[in-house]
């Protein structure tokens, strides 16, 4: 009984979350802004991958992050050290952001003259799926020690993801993460997903990455 | 409006499940049965780790092994092949166990017996620590590619483990994990954890901690 009561009410809390997310969506394609949203599980390489990004990016386009964690600011701090505005959001415990909070930050941040916006969403790959964020993208941090079957496991942040960087390839020759096997559980899900493997720490594959992102923000300039 | 509802609405599940988890709790004292609730992130090694486990107690103790999973049964039919009663428990999408999906488990795998039940939890490290399971302990791995930091970031977890397995330790040297700094971390939250490096790859640290779990069986026996 309790389940079910649940089910219903988080049935209306996603219809509010869709249209808050539409919202925003609509105001930032006005704006001509665009927002990825990285996602990863705990230890994937979000927040080097984001920094080594930002470093790359920061004086050819303007650039402001949101950092959502459940609590502690270590990573907005990084991120600010390098001239980038950012912004921390604490969840207070939840395991997921919602369009709201996205929102609320978004406005504190401010669009006005921002190219790109990343939200560094929790590192959980379950909830952070279930939730429209009026982002342009998705895009996944996937590490080669967590290993080639995690589509298997979590198929329903496979199916939202638009982008998934393979993250730590210097380590693949410790780890027994099979690249092709990998590209075919994803294939299965999701046809569309775009992958490339990286190495936030050596640089290697980082180029392509940060092409793919030109070509969001000149397609959210319009 | 809408994010007050939840939580007044969870607090009434976490009520309803605590008194389920107690039940449970108390039935698995009266038949001395064990319960360890093993948790972590996705790719850290619970099944690997399980499976090492489970091939060198298996002969010296009845063991019941219950996987859950959002989706696929993989892990279970690995469980099964080394002869030890599994039972998969698909969480349809949800992020998390609770105690009446454990309690229906317990009572399809059957406790008379048994001496020790797994639950492999689901790869999460933030909703997983929040449901009472009615389990004697729980068992939290955290791998070396993950990184030294991760207390800080998911303090909810880390306040609630009993045991933390720091898995992968044969891929130290291609890491930047201060093993120091972790514990540091960790005793701040909870200085009652105790912390084994383990490689359930190479086998390196695994006699202690099967040393630990004869004890828990022991204890559980009364």
Not at 58 to 64: N, R
Not at 93 to 101: I, K, P, S, V
């Amino acid at each position: 009984m309790g389940k079910v009561k649940v089910i219903e009410i988080q049935c209306g809390i996603y219809e509010r979350n869709n249209q808050v997310a539409a919202e925003l969506r609509s105001e930032l394609k006005n704006e001509g802004v665009c927002l990825i949203n990285l996602m990863s599980s705990p230890g994937s390489g979000k927040t080097s991958t984001l920094l080594k990004t930002l470093a790359a990016l920061k004086d050819e386009m303007k650039i402001g992050v949101m950092e959502a964690d459940v609590d502690s600011d270590v990573d907005a701090e990084a991120v600010s050290e390098l001239g980038v505005d950012v912004l921390q959001l604490h969840t207070c415990g939840a395991c997921h952001t919602d369009a709201e909070m996205v929102t609320q930050c978004v406005k504190e941040l401010g669009v006005q003259g921002k190219d790109l916006l990343f939200l560094e969403n929790i590192g959980n790959l379950i909830c952070t799926a279930g939730y429209d964020l009026g982002q342009n993208k998705n895009v996944l941090i996937l590490s080669v020690p967590e290993g080639h079957d995690k589509p298997l496991k979590y198929p329903g942040m496979f199916e939202v993801v638009d982008l998934i960087l393979v993250n730590k390839i210097d380590v693949m020759p410790y780890f027994d993460f099979d690249l092709e096997k990998f590209r075919q559980y994803v294939r299965k899900l999701n046809p569309k997903a775009s992958i490339l493997p990286i190495s936030a720490k050596t640089g290697e594959g980082m180029q392509p990455w940060f092409e793919w992102l030109r070509k969001e923000v000149a397609q959210a300039k319009g």
